[in-house]
């Protein structure tokens, strides 16, 4: 049963991980563009808005009939919920940098690339990684939802399969072995926080 358990846990993983991968690599890009650009941020916030407020429950049948039953419409259902906080965060973080600072440092002859490596994307980090820790949570309830819609391997597929089959161990199996699999991923990036922005986490730490 373990082996069972194992065999649908990595294709969640699976999902999960391609998932929250396709929002990091879209959703933190996109959040530089909208600060950077005035245009942009009036063309695509408007969008994201939109696409945050349709209950992904909604649009998973419609990826499902679009893309099949494979791991595709479960990982693009994973980006959609975990894509919005991680470029929400990034924005939020961006703008955070102090003015002041940003006009000393131009008038000393700084260019744009200097001021996004030096004062905007550390300032942002903290913001950033918030972003990643909800957003890896998110894509775990992505994931599983993808696949009560449609699958035919994964933890969220094991988990109705248990129900209609009134097996309960395996039911509460597949729920603790959900869990421990979000916990993990999360423990992965708030250490991912640790290493690249250790004096942050040493401040969260004496202020607690």
């Not at 909604?58 to 099949?68: D, S």
């Not at 990034?90 to 030096?118: C, D, P, Q």
């Not at 942002?124 to 972003?131: K, S, Y």
């Not at 599983?144 to 449609?150: K, L, P, R, S």
Request: net charge positive.
């Amino acid at each position: 049963s373990w082996l069972l358990l194992l065999d649908h846990a990595s294709v969640t993983l699976q999902e999960i991980v391609l998932g929250f991968g396709m929002s990091v690599v879209v959703g933190i890009p996109l959040a530089i563009f909208i600060v950077y650009s005035k245009i942009f941020e009036r063309v695509a916030f408007p969008l994201m808005v939109s696409l945050q407020t349709i209950p992904k429950v909604a649009l998973a049948p419609i990826i499902v009939m679009w893309l099949g039953y494979g791991l595709m419409p479960k990982i693009i259902v994973a980006f959609l919920i975990s894509f919005f906080p991680i470029a929400i965060s990034t924005v939020i973080g961006m703008r955070s940098a102090e003015k002041e600072m940003i006009y000393l440092v131009k008038s000393m002859g700084a260019n744009e690339l200097t001021i996004f490596i030096k004062i905007r994307l550390p300032k942002a980090l903290p913001n950033i990684f918030g972003g990643l820790r909800i957003g890896i949570g998110q894509a775990v309830v992505g994931a599983v939802v993808g696949e009560f819609i449609a699958a035919e391997k994964g933890l969220g597929y094991l988990q109705l399969i248990s129900q209609v089959r009134l097996d309960t161990p395996l039911l509460f199996a597949s729920v603790v072995v959900l869990s421990g699999l979000g916990i993990c991923l999360f423990n992965i990036i708030a250490r991912l926080e640790r290493i690249a922005i250790p004096w942050h986490s040493r401040r969260t730490e004496l202020a607690d």
